[in-house]
């Protein structure tokens, strides 16, 4: 029972007799590093598919045009396991991941509905993609844009 006692003060005191409390640093708002932010998404396809593949994509492509988005930076690799990687930077920076939705995804979406003929023909062409999907890896990563580019 007294080591509980013991446990229970010494964690009541690392709150109550924090330094970031004890010398204001709770009141300052932290610098915000010169980062780009980018969802990196790894895919290995399936076999066979590779012409419908690429309409799909272009169909995607497509919808970053008539969206006006700049469409994501994609490799298609030559080694490793991976057929392909796409980078799609984050507009909004990392404070993206908690949003549902942002303007440019909504304009994607929509784009592409149209293009697809309707929102229930678009599903079935995400759909249809997906089901050529054998593997995916998603992740986030960020740079550090140069200071001439920064403005």
Known sequence: MRKIVLAAAAFGLAFTAS??????????????????WYSVDLIKFKGGNRKRIGEI???????????????????HMDTGPWDMMVFSKMEHGIKQ???DSTPEGDAWR???NELAGGEEEAMKIFVEFQSYVDASEDHIGHIHP??????
């Open 146 to 151: 140069d200071e001439e580019e920064e403005g």
């Open 19 to 36: 330094p970031v409390l004890a010398d204001d640093h709770g009141e300052a708002k932290p610098e915000m590093l010169k980062q780009d």
């Open 110 to 112: 929509k784009a592409f």
């Open 57 to 75: 994509i272009d169909m995607y492509e497509a919808a970053d045009k008539a969206s006006g988005n700049p469409g994501p930076i994609v490799l």
């Open 97 to 99: 991941m908690g949003w």
